[in-house]
């Protein structure tokens, strides 16, 4: 298991890395995400030297409202684009795992529009991962994309896709975590992790390990019954980093009870 945590947007990009190598995490969830980590504004040499020195891995993700199904081409085809860059950008600073959050805004649409122009911008976007040496996941997302059948429209029709599994997601609008079930249909295909606690309902909290409800020793459970034992990023968002230490820690020690 490897332990990481994902930069802010809004801040410089190397001194988000030196704090998370400081605290002897393991890679870096690096978001390429406007103001401050957005792709045409990063500076790809001070991140990939700064990577070097400190030893930190690093997986790929990009922003969580590129509009992938608009219904407007002219903006689906620009989400196209950005993503094919920051998949050149993750190859070249040597990510293995980009991160894909399927869109679910296109009003007066069905769910099976949706669904199509997301595979369209998948698949037109491989070739470039391909080229770049990264691989896509696609990230579970609460009320839209969160169950086996509702995953299953992008996996099961796109084998090149991997699962990128967050657990506190799999615990929003659903009567219960629906982690274990993923794990079961689809833990072979697991390429990534998020964990951050919850206590149901809509809210995407983003709390602590433990400050929530979710029941993380049955999560680590599934996680272990799937044969999964790779990048861990704890989103846990607060500016007080102790939070974050805190959930680390209580992180291994979950691990290995």
């Given at each position: 298991m490897k332990i990481g945590a994902m930069n802010h947007p809004g801040r410089d990009v190397v001194s988000e890395l030196r704090w998370m190598a400081e605290m002897k995490l393991d890679f870096v969830d690096l978001t390429l995400e406007p103001p401050a980590a957005c792709s045409s504004v990063i500076d790809v040499r001070a991140v990939a030297k700064t990577l070097r020195e400190t030893g930190l891995g690093i997986v790929g993700h990009t922003a969580y409202y590129l509009p992938f199904c608009s219904p407007f081409k002219a903006l689906r085809r620009a989400a196209g684009e950005e993503l094919r860059r920051c998949c050149e950008i993750f190859g070249e600073l040597g990510a293995k795992w980009v991160n894909i959050h399927p869109d679910r805004h296109a009003p007066f649409h069905d769910r099976a529009f949706m669904v199509e122009m997301n595979l369209e911008c998948f698949r037109e976007t491989l070739p470039t991962a391909r080229a770049a040496g990264v691989g896509l996941m696609i990230e579970n997302l609460p009320g839209h994309y969160n169950t086996t059948e509702e995953l299953g429209w992008f996996l099961d029709r796109m084998p090149e896709l991997g699962l990128h599994l967050d657990i506190g997601h799999s615990n929003l609008l659903v009567p219960e975590n629906t982690c274990p079930e993923l794990c079961a249909k689809y833990g072979r295909r697991l390429a990534h992790v998020h964990m951050h606690d919850n206590k149901g309902g809509s809210a995407d909290l983003h709390l602590p390990i433990?400050?929530?409800?979710?029941?993380?020793?049955?999560?680590?459970?599934?996680l272990k019954r799937a044969g999964y034992d790779d990048t861990i990023t704890l989103e846990v968002f607060s500016d007080d980093r102790h939070f974050l230490a805190y959930s680390r820690d209580r992180l291994k020690e979950l691990w290995v009870s």
């Open positions: 433990g400050a929530g409800h979710v029941d993380w020793p049955k999560m680590i459970r599934a």
